[in-house]
């Protein structure tokens, strides 16, 4: 009988715990690190869609400082940013009523409405931007129910105008990713104490002050990790934009990956593509990536 | 353990599927080459599909891909490594043809003409000048496209109205209709098709972008007026047409919602169509005039090219050849409408019969002349894009838009 | 449960809100999913017919044009596979980290995290050239890579945190009874890591299914998925509307179906992720 410690610490040396780690660490490697690498050392040279020899024509830092002088390319990075800010108060707030009605409502009954709720977050980004451009469409729904009220598309132009047609993605971005909230805000209201509720109430709180006083604070960290996951998700959107407007009109509704990518396979601007790319990462990491992975940290330590 | 089978049963099937996954580079039968087709997913792309696979050459494959991304698609195709499901031939818009040309994605097709001793004075000649470049033929030509009158005949003999002749009428025509609460429908959405119907409102009054020494006058009485009767038919569009595109303003149409409209003629076909229209009886067409009642056409054709990375030229030549033959257009032009650049289909009594719009298009190509190749011609569209918009949206005078698009271009080089 | 007294008019404000959301939720799914059986004609009436008789043509015409039952089957390919790869591979380096018992494997596993930052545009530029080169474009062996590299390093991390929860007592008897390390992973842990598996498949199976924009520039024509079939009809100047409703409706009902029937693990798995942090 073998009588050997079953684990192993790393001073020891052990084969497989390496081998074990080894295809996750490759495929990471490969398709991930490498890529990244690569991509970084391309963004200062200049690359075509030739890519014979990609690393031929090395120009430093043009592609970045072309990025100072590339008003479409700031515009992308600033709707973006509105993108970010929109759609995560948008579903926050949203999510957040949903949440404390589901949470109101006996059992039974939101347990019929949370699979329907969560049809939306199966369904890929594209569709959900071809669903929208039917919507959005002149001669469909929406327009239909804003007449019964004596609107039209002047009053809300929708994609086919560069003043609404960021917000337009939006909201259609609302709608598929509130459930989300809605489904983690809940699983969160389960795990506070019914007696916290039952102290507020004798205490003569209502509901929207037991919310706040208690129910927020209680909730902070949830929060906390939900607007990180959310900020890095809508900083990267591309889909729905893809399929509802494209970018447009006039570039009004363009994000960076979107620019980015049409730069990269509609221009033949490989590199300057990568430099842009480049920059949004450095921008997610900066702003979400690492507070995230500290309150990962933080989390795991305590 | 009931877990135990079904991940047994999770764990064969993801090895069958992974190995299905390795073997799938389409597998080649007998001596048949492939042939990989890239065309645009529009009217003509189910009858091409259904129409290829009579051809005995090779195993032909069509890709068909919306407009918007078509030329993103085309340009990977054209870098990827040979071998690896790279296309062929590829449908190009005339409108493309220098750039692909210039960067060396397509090739040049004159040797395999001389082999195969195709007589090329069978197609439109001013399109096959329009794809040769240094007397290098870059493909073959077909599918013309214009923008037409289209029209309701029932609704005109109902108010006694006939169908316009020059810029002054149509405009009158479309104001009529307005105060009756409908109007014309036109594409004025930002975008391409309002440009191209400057284009043609342009060429139309004999106007162009460029004056006789080669320098961007864009407000030339011809644009101005141009610009003017844009901004009069936008003023009495039918609700909507702000935001539309061509699509749109086929739908328009034939659901009736205007009796009038501009439609590029390559969707005319669907106005016959019952299963999408309304108006398969009723319909007219007629040149969409100038001031003057000449009507002329900004020339927009597609192309069978080869790309230049094919790894099967012959047959994809073979191939281009029997899509672009008069036998192959005739069946096209009967079935789905389409016109064809064969010059004798167009005097074809069967083929004028079945192509209502037919002697309205060609008549509007032969007045019609094809945009400059220059490098920054894009840049001048996409402004007078942006141009057109503001004509079309705010009403503002066409004179000064013109005046400020002028000047705002004052730096960008036009000599190449 | 606390029951705060309620107004009837709170009760009814409620029962609108919900009712609000219901619509707000179920109208669009179902706009699209009734154009695909609606004429071409009908499509554009408003306000739409809510009783029409279905008809198939759209259905018909992308399997016979637009070679969906190929596109069906790469997706299934593609996202079965990737599945497969993702939780095998994810679920054999949390046994790893494991039972290296070293403080760098947790550590490990977080950093690992970064991976779900990075904006897929900044892998994609550099992956099409590398896979160009390699000759892998256009191959389904190009998406699986790219789709396992983007789950891999969320599946880790949720398969870390479950496996650190299996008592140590269980794997040094399964020593002690003269099992081995590698079959104490398929004979105790594996199973034990059930709801973890399960959670993880629906994640990465919806995750890959919907995927865009690796699919776009990593296939051609033969390896489509049905995620770049639907993107064919988005352009800029010729929607089907019957058509395109069609495609999406076959692209998006059997994710929505295995999503019902997984909902538990869907709902955990996206919790475990947020709520445990």
């Known amino acids: 009988m073998k009588t050997r410690n079953f684990y192993w610490s790393l001073e020891k040396g052990d084969l497989l715990s390496v081998l074990l780690i080894l295809p996750t660490f490759l495929i990471i490697f490969f398709i991930m690190i490498l890529p990244l690498s690569y991509g970084f050392l391309l963004s200062f040279f200049d690359v075509g869609f030739g890519l014979s020899n990609p690393t031929e024509n090395f120009i430093g830092l043009d592609n970045y400082r072309r990025f100072l002088n590339d008003s479409i390319a700031q515009r992308a990075i600033l709707n973006t940013l509105i993108f970010s800010f929109g759609a995560i108060a948008g579903t926050f707030f949203f999510g957040t009523v949903n949440a404390v009605l589901l949470h109101k409502l006996s059992r039974r009954f939101s347990a019929v409405l949370r699979p329907l709720l969560i049809m939306p977050l199966l369904i890929s980004p594209l569709i959900v931007g071809l669903i929208w451009r039917y919507i959005y469409d002149p001669q469909g729904i929406l327009y239909w129910f804003l007449g019964l009220f004596g609107l039209g598309i002047q009053h809300f132009p929708g994609v086919t105008a560069s003043s609404t047609a960021l917000l337009s993605t939006i909201i259609a971005h609302w709608w598929q990713v509130t459930p989300f909230i809605i489904i983690v805000l809940t699983a969160g209201l389960l795990s506070i104490p019914e007696e916290y509720y039952e102290a507020a109430y004798v205490d003569g709180a209502g509901a929207f002050s037991s919310f706040f006083r208690i129910t927020l604070p209680l909730l902070k960290n949830t929060y906390m990790v939900i607007l990180l996951l959310s900020g890095v998700d809508t900083f990267r959107v591309f889909d729905i934009i893809f399929s509802l407007t494209g970018g447009g009109p006039n570039n009004s509704s363009v994000s960076i990956s979107i620019y980015a990518h049409s730069q990269a396979f509609n221009q033949a601007n490989m590199s300057y593509a990568m430099a842009l790319s480049t920059i949004a990462m450095f921008i997610t990491f900066v702003v979400f990536g690492i507070p995230f992975i500290r309150h990962n940290i933080k989390k795991s330590k305590s | 353990m009931k877990f135990k089978q079904t991940l047994l049963a999770v764990v064969l099937c993801a090895i069958v599927l992974s190995l299905m996954a390795c073997g799938n580079r389409g597998d080649a039968e007998g001596d048949i080459p492939e042939v990989l087709v890239s065309v645009w997913a529009g009217p003509q792309a189910d009858l091409q599909k259904q129409v290829v696979a009579d051809f005995a050459g090779a195993n032909v494959t069509i890709s068909d891909v919306d407009f918007g991304n078509l030329r993103t698609r085309q340009m990977t195709s054209f870098h990827a490594a040979p071998g690896t499901g790279n296309y062929d031939v590829v449908w190009v818009n005339s409108q493309w043809m220098n750039d692909y040309v210039e960067a060396g994605f397509i090739m040049p097709i004159n040797e395999f003409i001389a082999s195969s001793g195709l007589d090329t004075s069978i197609y439109v000649s001013g ?289 190449h | 449960m606390v029951r705060f007294k309620r107004k009837w008019y709170v009760k009814l404000m409620m029962a609108v809100l919900i009712m609000v959301a219901l619509v707000w939720t179920l109208v669009p799914i179902y706009i699209v999913v009734s154009n695909a059986f609606r004429a071409t004609l009908d499509i554009h009436q408003m306000p739409p017919q809510l009783i029409f008789k279905p008809i198939f043509i759209h259905f018909q015409r992308i399997f016979e044009f637009d070679n969906f039952g190929r596109f069906f089957r790469n997706s299934l390919v593609i996202s079965t596979t990737t599945t497969f790869l993702s939780i095998m591979m994810g679920s054999l380096a949390a046994y790893g980290v494991k039972l290296c018992r070293s403080s760098w494997g947790r550590r490990l596993s977080n950093t690992l995290l970064l991976g779900r930052m990075v904006p897929a545009i900044t892998i994609l530029i550099p992956l099409f050239i590398m896979m160009n080169r390699a000759g892998l474009t256009g191959t389904r062996a190009a998406v699986i890579l790219a789709h396992t590299s983007l789950t891999l390093p969320f599946v880790t991390w949720l398969m870390t945190g479950f496996i650190e929860g299996i008592p140590d007592e269980l794997l040094e008897a399964a020593n002690a009874e003269g099992c081995s390390r590698l079959m104490a992973f398929f004979r105790i842990v594996f199973p034990l890591l059930r709801p973890a598996v399960a959670s993880a498949a629906i994640l990465v199976m919806q995750t890959s299914w919907n995927e865009l924009i690796f699919s776009l520039q990593l296939t051609n024509i033969r390896t489509f998925p049905l995620t770049v079939g639907v993107a064919r009809y988005v352009g800029a100047v010729s929607v089907d509307w019957g058509r395109s409703s069609a495609a999406a409706t076959i692209t998006m009902v059997p994710i929505i179906i295995f999503g019902f029937l997984m909902q538990k693990y869907l709902i955990s798995g996206m919790t475990a992720g947020a709520v445990k942090g």
Do not use: C
Not at chain 2, 338 to 364: G, H, K, R, Y
């Open chain 2, 127 to 415: 399109l096959m000048d329009a794809i040769t470049f240094d007397g290098q033929i870059f493909g073959l030509p077909t599918f013309i496209q214009t923008m037409i009158l289209v029209y309701d005949s029932e609704v005109f003999e109902a108010e006694g109205l006939r169908a316009p002749t020059n810029s002054d009428e149509l405009i009158a025509v479309a104001r009529h209709f307005y105060e009756q609460g409908s109007g014309i429908a036109l594409p004025a959405r930002q975008g391409g098709a309002a440009a191209t119907l400057f284009t043609q409102l342009l060429y139309s009054e004999g106007g162009d972008f460029f004056d006789a020494n080669g320098n961007l006058n864009l407000t030339s009485p011809e644009a101005i007026h141009a610009a003017t009767v844009y901004g009069q038919l936008a003023r009495y569009s039918v609700s909507g047409s702000l935001a539309w595109h061509h699509d749109e303003v086929g739908n328009a149409l034939r659901t009736r919602l205007a009796p009038i409209g501009v439609l590029m003629s390559g969707l005319a076909n669907q106005n016959h169509d019952p299963e999408r229209s309304l108006i398969v009886d009723t319909v007219r067409y007629a040149p969409l005039p100038g001031s003057g009642g000449i009507a002329a056409a900004s020339n927009t054709f597609w192309v069978w090219a080869i790309a230049a990375n094919s790894a099967n030229p012959q047959a994809a030549f073979d191939f281009i050849t029997w899509m672009a033959s008069p036998e192959t257009e005739t069946r096209k032009t009967l079935f789905n409408q389409q016109i064809s650049a064969v010059n004798a289909l167009i005097a074809d009594p069967a083929v004028v019969a079945a192509t209502p719009f037919l002697p309205v298009v060609m008549e509007q190509v032969g007045n019609g002349r094809s945009d400059p190749t220059l490098t920054n011609f894009g840049v001048m569209r996409e402004a007078l894009i942006v141009s057109l918009s503001e004509i079309a949206s705010t009403g503002a005078d066409p004179a000064t838009v013109m005046q400020q698009l002028q000047d705002s271009l004052a730096d960008v080089d036009f000599s």
